[in-house]
């Protein structure tokens, strides 16, 4: 079992930061990648960057290329997203999610969620 915790959401104004920081605890010894996703009101999740855990390969999706980063933190198991020049468009909950080499296809274990929400 592997719990993840994500923290760092809040209410800021377009163009502000903000880094979310998502620790995992438990049996991470099997890690794959770890990931963010985010849903936004009345839409259905989205995936947002994932980190590979050997090697530190980063991805991103289209809309955040350029203004998000993912970093990890091999030690403490825990990845962060640091978020730049935030748009109304990124309001959303976000999600910390984690691969395990002995799990099933896909991600295996969710954080609960953290909010960030961006005036205009």
């Known amino acids: 079992q592997v719990r993840l915790v994500e923290s760092g959401g809040g209410l800021v104004q377009a163009g502000a930061s903000l880094r979310l920081s998502c620790a995992a605890s438990g049996r991470t010894a099997g890690t794959n990648a770890m990931a963010w996703f985010r849903q936004a009101p009345g839409k259905e999740r989205e995936f947002v960057s994932s980190?590979?855990?050997?090697?530190?390969?980063?991805y991103y999706t289209d809309s955040v290329k350029g203004r998000f980063s993912i970093s990890r933190e091999k030690v403490g198991n825990t990845i962060y997203l640091q978020m730049n020049n935030l748009k109304p468009e990124d309001t959303a909950v976000y999600y910390c999610?984690?691969?395990?080499?002995?799990?099933?296809?896909?991600?295996?274990?969710w954080g609960q969620g953290t909010r960030v929400t961006v005036s205009s």
């Open positions: 980190i590979r855990w050997s090697g530190g390969s980063t």
């Open positions: 999610a984690i691969d395990l080499v002995y799990g099933s296809s896909g991600y295996d274990f």
